[in-house]
């Protein structure tokens, strides 16, 4: 399985960026999708998850009502929609799924990664 992360960028603080991940190999099944990122300097932490059907979705406190997880099971992708971001946001975004429906925040629970997408917001 192979996880493609993109759409991050540079943007002043109060922006928006819309990241994508795309998966590809052996078929799904009923994966758990997430997201997380991991600043210079700092552990990788959770930001946001979702489950199979779209309908249950998890967020970090300090993402939630800003950061959007949603997913396109017909085309494989998860994507974060993140507004109104803060230079706190700064640090890689990295896509993970879970080959099991549970949803989780625990990294070590995530079975494959993507590569990352830098995001960096400026004050």
């Known amino acids: 399985v192979q996880l493609q992360a993109s759409g991050g960028g540079l943007v002043q603080a109060g922006g928006s960026l819309r990241l994508s991940c795309a998966a590809s190999g052996r078929p799904w099944s009923r994966p758990t999708l997430g997201w997380f990122r991991q600043a210079p300097g700092k552990e990788r932490e959770f930001v946001a998850a979702?489950?199979?059907?779209?309908?249950?979705?998890s967020y970090a406190d300090s993402v939630k009502g800003r950061f959007t997880i949603s997913r396109d099971n017909a085309k494989n992708t998860v994507f974060l929609q993140m507004n109104s971001l803060k230079p706190e946001d700064t640090a890689v975004y990295y896509c993970?799924?879970?080959?099991?429906?549970?949803?989780?925040?625990?990294?070590?629970?995530?079975?494959?990664w993507g590569q990352g997408t830098q995001v960096t917001v400026s004050s």
């Open positions: 993970a799924a879970r080959s099991i429906a549970t949803m989780t925040s625990r990294l070590d629970e995530y079975d494959f």
């Open positions: 979702i489950g199979w059907s779209g309908g249950t979705t």
